[in-house]
């Protein structure tokens, strides 16, 4: 807490000022009022954004289109709804069209099918085991959310993950009172499938919810919950590997940090997991929204043989930061908080400093304090890489309802972070990509041309990067591929050639869309969609 000290708040005020004038990275407004407090965020391959909360959170601030109110005369809340809790937005121009959402999506989850189609899964109350698609399409076209009625899940997922596989199938794991796994598509006409990792990780106040998953290029899964891990053969229901515990505290949600795993690149045969921060224990019980968060992180190269985390402090401690893969294989850390707990009005102290993680840098160099942003992003807020190399920054809502006056309230704004690459100064070695096939075929070549004001100067990285699914501190699906490339070769009138060797399989990249960035001396381009096939 600031000092009433009049002297000493001026200070701090000087102070933060002056951060913010000479720290990395800028802030800018997109939306001053989008109406809705997006709880899940997830960018679609024609470059719009769609916002979800949940459905019954009472009136939002954006009404649904005439003629598409629902009324439920058994919902106390949707007794006749006429107001949107989705919306799909273009960064470009600030344009909100609003979605109609039938069921409850209350912390739900989600992935993109190779299609592109956003596959959306489960949630609370009448939507805990609903499958809803949304299928993005661009304008003047209209699309909308879909809710299938011939299939449902197997067992109700209420905070669960999704994770793409490599046959282009989804995985879905997890959730309250669900220690089980399932698929979509169903497989061989089985439900879930019990795992019983998710049980033993759990402890008196949960902290195995939201579990962290990631496809390892071996073709099995790193699935992490509260302060444990295993190797997962999913096609054989089998645990192939307990790794060590993670010191530090519980990292899932009710207590959760973030997870992110580093770029895929050489032969993709190594993959590396980085965990950071997280509540300490009983916070979420006791309710105790001063107790500080844990400020450390774990990092483990999973497809060792004999793996041991290596652990590393940030700067500050942090729960509810979401960690974003940028275009470049650095690491963003924004939004949160720095003491309490995720939950319903039970964190305090936001934590405004982005983080850049650095992971080729030693222990101790690798995190670097970025420009601090004026809103505070608590509870039920999302962090997502745009193809124009910003972060959109969404949400924050810790109250049951929309709340307006309030220490921290419900918060509509949508923001951009710009790192310290889209400095104008940069503007001259930053490449835009000319030429790009609209799809590409594993482990085949493919060119790629470029064009920079400054001739180039050593290698251009051509770099793949998945559209995720962000939700409560957690990218689902989030991927970076930095793909072998040869030496930028001139092909006339300023431009460069790049020959490519798409990814070897789906296990290193499953099948989809991905953002195509060009990075030239740490500067990524502005991507362009790609279908890999």
């Known amino acids: 807490m600031i000092s009433s000290n009049p002297l000493l708040h001026l200070l701090f005020h000087l102070l933060f000022l002056n951060s913010r004038a000479t720290l990395p990275g800028t802030w800018e407004l997109l939306v001053p009022n989008a109406g809705i407090a997006s709880m899940h965020t997830a960018v679609t391959r024609f470059n719009t954004v769609v916002l979800l909360d949940r459905t019954h959170i009472g009136p939002t601030k954006k009404r649904l289109r005439p003629g598409h109110c629902l009324s439920d005369p058994n919902d106390p809340l949707r007794k006749h709804d006429c107001y949107a809790h989705s919306a799909v937005l273009d960064p470009a121009t600030g344009e909100l069209r609003s979605l109609m959402i039938l069921t409850d999506t209350w912390c739900s989850s989600g992935q993109f099918l190779p299609d592109g189609t956003l596959l959306q899964t489960g949630g609370d109350g009448d939507g805990v085991k609903k499958i809803r698609k949304f299928t993005p399409c661009e304008a003047p076209a209209v699309c909308d959310w879909e809710e299938l009625d011939e299939v449902q899940l197997a067992h109700g997922r209420w905070y669960s993950t999704n994770q793409i596989l490599p046959d282009g199938s989804v995985i879905i794991v997890g959730g309250r009172a669900a220690t089980s796994v399932e698929f979509f598509p169903s497989r061989?006409?089985?439900?879930?499938?019990?795992?019983?990792?998710?049980?033993?990780?759990?402890?008196?106040?949960?902290?195995?919810?939201?579990?962290?998953?990631?496809?390892?290029?071996?073709?099995?899964?790193?699935?992490?919950?509260?302060?444990?891990?295993?190797?997962?053969?999913?096609?054989?229901?089998?645990?192939?590997?307990q790794y060590p515990k993670l010191d530090g505290g519980p990292r899932n949600y009710p207590s959760a940090g973030s997870s992110a795993m580093l770029a895929l690149t050489g032969d993709y045969s190594a993959a590396t997991i980085v965990i950071c921060g997280g509540a300490q224990y009983g916070v979420f019980i006791e309710r105790t929204t001063d107790t500080p968060a844990h400020g450390s992180c774990g990092r483990i190269e999973a497809t060792k043989p004999d793996p041991n985390w290596e652990m590393e402090d940030m700067p500050f401690g942090r729960i509810m930061g979401d960690m974003v893969m940028l275009p470049t294989g650095e690491v963003l850390i924004i939004n949160g908080a720095q003491a309490g707990s995720q939950g319903f009005e039970m964190a305090s102290q936001p934590c405004l400093y982005p983080l850049l993680y650095r992971?080729?840098?030693?222990?101790?160099?690798?995190?670097?304090?970025?420009?601090?942003?004026s809103v505070p992003r608590m509870y039920h807020s999302t962090a997502n890489l745009l193809p124009d190399g910003r972060v959109l920054i969404a949400g924050s809502n810790p109250h049951i309802f929309y709340k307006f006056n309030a220490e921290f309230p419900t918060e509509l704004r949508i923001e951009a972070f710009s790192p310290e690459y889209l400095l104008p100064q940069k503007a001259n070695i930053r490449p835009v990509i000319v030429d790009l096939p609209e799809t590409i075929s594993y482990a085949r070549g493919f060119d790629v041309v470029v064009t920079t004001e400054l001739p180039v100067v050593g290698i251009v990285e051509v770099n793949l990067a998945s559209a995720p699914f962000a939700t409560h501190s957690f990218s689902q699906g989030q991927r970076l591929v930095k793909l072998a490339v040869s030496s930028a070769v001139p092909d006339g009138m300023g431009s460069y050639r790049i020959a490519c060797t798409a990814p070897p399989d789906g296990r290193v990249a499953p099948p989809g869309y991905y953002m195509v960035f060009a990075v030239n001396t740490g500067v990524p381009s502005v991507a362009k969609w790609v279908k890999l096939l």
Not at 195 to 200: D, Q, V
Not at 203 to 232: I, K
Not at 363 to 372: E, I, K, S, W, Y
């Open 188 to 241: 061989h006409g089985r439900g879930a499938v019990d795992f019983p990792f998710l049980a033993e990780a759990k402890d008196t106040q949960m902290d195995n919810l939201y579990p962290y998953v990631h496809l390892l290029p071996n073709g099995h899964l790193f699935v992490f919950a509260n302060n444990r891990a295993v190797l997962y053969d999913y096609t054989n229901n089998l645990v192939l590997k």
């Open 359 to 373: 992971p080729d840098e030693p222990v101790g160099l690798r995190f670097m304090t970025l420009n601090p942003g």
